[in-house]
């Protein structure tokens, strides 16, 4: 097989990645619930008078109205998404961690395996500094404690971009890292706590400028939250968005905030096209509204001080306006006035265990986009059973999701759309593996390994009887705060002749790109792969973290797995640039597919390790197997060799091993574990880890 490349111009392809940021429009997925012009679904939930789930309801006990106007049930089921073994499942009590040894690497979540998807979405710029130490509390505890297998989450920060660790994830490690990133935010809308002392000058200048202001972060942080909602959309089933904020304020001193209360209807239209249900919670629990010691009540009245209680009561309940209808227009609950956090996210996740979903067909001129403009269409459903609450979408504006999900069919546009999305794309199916390594010449980098089906590629047949396929190809690294750090945009042509034509459509096509990173941090590797010829695009994307070698501690590069070759050559950790050439594709350190009974190798890197007499380490390797997230083998510590390794500080280590004839299929991780037992005990042991397949 021949493969050609060029370089493409990228300004293009920025502009469009930065409005794909800003409007994020959603794939298309027929497993996801729809508002279209044949049928609209609803989602409710029904409780008795203690609150207990009512399940045993029928269709002829719900009436649901469109404006007004009763509408014939046409859909009807009771979904849940509590597994029928979820007793036993739950474990009893987390284990604690023991000091000194390594926690175990995290279980791959298949799509299949999905239980639960929950956004935690912190309005870093609608919180007091007060109310954020609390919430980062609760966020722990939810994470160590109540995530469940089966449970994807993402932690967001309305005033930090969808950046590297704001993404959907099963791995507890991703997720505390995005813990760590909770803050206040000085220049948000709330201040220091949630109101301020009496005498304080206003911080941003006339009450004029501090509405307008408010006004601008409000705005962003709905915008943000309708990003998530957007992509949540590609997943089946009913999603839950927990927001925690203190001030989403739809009235300003001259009335009704248009802008904002526009926001908040588009999010809400946003999340019930999505299967969205948004939750809120205002952190501050119960509060005391009287003279504190920081307010200064010189020049006040006796009056003024009398009337501060009902004052500061108004103000709450003024900030708690956008944060009420987010949770009733969306079927939700609003939490408030109670200082159990933990307890309230619990209450949370176990009213959204199930639920009824409710579908009718529209009239025709629901649709009608005559005028141009979308109307807002009310929903409301009723139980006829007494002694039983409902709650349900409130409505949606009246445009089908086929016409909303219009995206220009442009190379840019649809390659930016790809790499925004929370989600990977499936047209072309791609694989991707982002490697962290070093060098003395480059510093930190990452090898991405790419593979790519070429089944799902269009090839035409060329006069010489040779079949070609033209494919672009962008990756690009993510930060922390949603920035691309470093991109590669290619164009390649592929031309295969015909007895290599009929091995790349079995094997596939095996792709390398270096990226050098510049600062150590939390990334996001996105690699997105188009067909130039049917326009199809596939997407994947890999957290990654890079350490920071400047500092001098024991740290391990990613773990190269691989089929070993006859010779049994330790793998190599650099696979330079463009297209790579395996025996075995499937046995390559970019797909890791094996078969029992092959024989796989293993190699890494050991950076900075301390040195002894005659400039000499100390090192221990240790290394484990887990399957379906539970450890099956646990190697010997053995001393990692010096031998032929002229610099201490730049080691390479590696093993291999043969997989039984009768081991037992699935999804393992090959974890490594160094000692280096010359270190402070801080920083003496570092683990990476690696996972692949046994079919």
């Not at 326009?535 to 890999?542: I, N």
Request: hydrophobic residues 35%; glycine residues 8%; charged residues 25%.
């Amino acid at each position: 097989m021949f493969l050609s490349g060029t370089t493409c111009r990228t300004t293009a392809l920025l502009a469009a990645l930065a409005a794909a940021f800003a409007q994020a429009p959603a794939q298309p997925d027929e497993a996801v619930i729809r508002i279209t012009v044949n049928l609209v679904q609803v989602d409710a939930v029904v409780t008795d008078s203690k609150d207990q789930p009512v399940t045993d309801l029928k269709a002829e006990d719900f009436e649901i109205r469109q404006d007004g106007k009763v509408q014939k049930i046409t859909n009807f089921s009771y979904i849940t998404t509590r597994p029928a073994t979820a007793a036993a499942t739950l474990p009893a009590r987390r284990p604690s961690p023991v000091k000194g040894v390594p926690p175990p690497p995290p279980a791959v979540l298949k799509p299949a395996d999905i239980r639960r998807t929950v956004a935690l979405v912190v309005d870093d710029l609608g919180l007091s500094f007060e109310s954020i130490v609390r919430i980062r509390e609760t966020l722990k505890k939810f994470v160590d404690q109540e995530m469940q297998p089966g449970d994807l989450v993402a932690i967001i920060r309305t005033g930090a971009g969808m950046g590297a660790l704001q993404q959907f994830t099963a791995d507890k490690r991703m997720l505390h890292a995005a813990i760590d990133r909770v803050k206040y935010n000085g220049i948000g809308r709330v201040g220091i706590s949630s109101f301020a002392p009496l005498g304080s000058e206003p911080a941003m200048g006339s009450p004029a400028a501090t509405e307008s202001r408010n006004e601008i972060f409000t705005v962003g942080s709905l915008g943000a939250i309708r990003y998530v909602v957007e992509g949540l959309r590609e997943l089946p089933g009913r999603k839950s968005v927990i927001l925690f904020s203190e001030n989403i304020q739809l009235f300003d001193a001259d009335g009704m905030n248009q802008l904002v209360m526009d926001s908040v209807r588009h999010l809400t239209d946003a999340a019930n096209r999505s299967s969205v249900v948004i939750y809120t919670i205002d952190p501050r629990g119960l509060q005391y509204y009287g003279l504190t010691a920081a307010d200064n009540t010189s020049g006040m009245t006796q009056q003024q001080v009398t009337e501060l209680p009902g004052r500061r009561s108004q103000e709450v309940l003024r900030s708690q306006d956008g944060m009420v209808m987010l949770a009733s227009e969306t079927g939700g609950l609003f939490l408030h006035d109670n200082n159990d956090l933990n307890g309230q996210v619990r209450q949370i996740m176990a009213d959204s265990e199930g639920y009824y979903l409710i579908g009718y067909h529209p009239d025709a001129s629901t649709f009608d986009a005559r005028t141009g403009e979308a109307k807002f269409h009310k929903v409301s459903v009723r139980v006829k059973r007494p002694g039983v609450r409902v709650r349900s979408r409130s409505g949606f504006f009246g445009a089908s999701d086929r016409e909303r999900q219009q995206v220009a069919h442009t190379r840019e546009a649809e390659i930016a759309h790809a790499l925004v999305s929370p989600f990977s794309s499936g047209d072309i199916h791609v694989r991707l593996t982002p490697l962290f390594s070093s060098s003395p010449e480059v510093g930190s980098f990452l090898n991405t390994l790419l593979y790519i089906d070429t089944r799902d590629l269009k090839f035409t047949e060329e006069p010489d009887g040779r079949e070609k396929a033209v494919i672009d190809l962008v990756a690009i690294t993510f930060g922390d705060n949603g920035q691309p750090v470093d991109s590669t945009d290619k164009t390649y042509t592929i031309r295969a002749p015909k007895d290599t034509y009929e091995a790349a459509l079995k094997d596939g096509l095996l792709y390398a790109v270096s990226h050098p990173v510049k600062k150590s941090g939390a990334y996001q590797m996105r690699v997105v792969v188009r067909d130039a010829t049917s326009e199809e695009v596939g997407s994947a994307s890999q957290f990654i973290k890079v350490p920071d070698v400047s500092k001098g501690r024991l740290t391990l590069s990613s773990i190269v797995l691989k089929e070993r070759p006859p010779d049994g050559a330790t793998p190599g950790l650099d696979h330079g640039e463009g297209q790579i050439t395996e025996p075995n594709p499937q046995g390559s350190a970019a797909v890791r597919i094996f078969k029992p009974g092959t024989a796989i190798m293993y190699g890494y890197q050991v950076l900075n390790a301390q040195t002894g007499a005659q400039q000499h380490p100390s090192l221990e390797v240790q290394t484990r197997l887990y399957r379906d997230g539970k450890e099956v083998y646990t190697g010997k510590a053995m001393t990692l060799s010096m031998e032929g390794q002229p610099d201490p500080k730049r080691l390479i280590g590696g093993g291999s091993m043969k997989l039984g004839a009768q081991i037992t299929p699935g999804d393992y991780v090959l974890q490594v574990i160094v000692t280096d037992k010359l270190a402070s005990e801080k920083y003496r042991t570092a683990t990476q880890w690696m996972d692949f397949e046994i079919q």
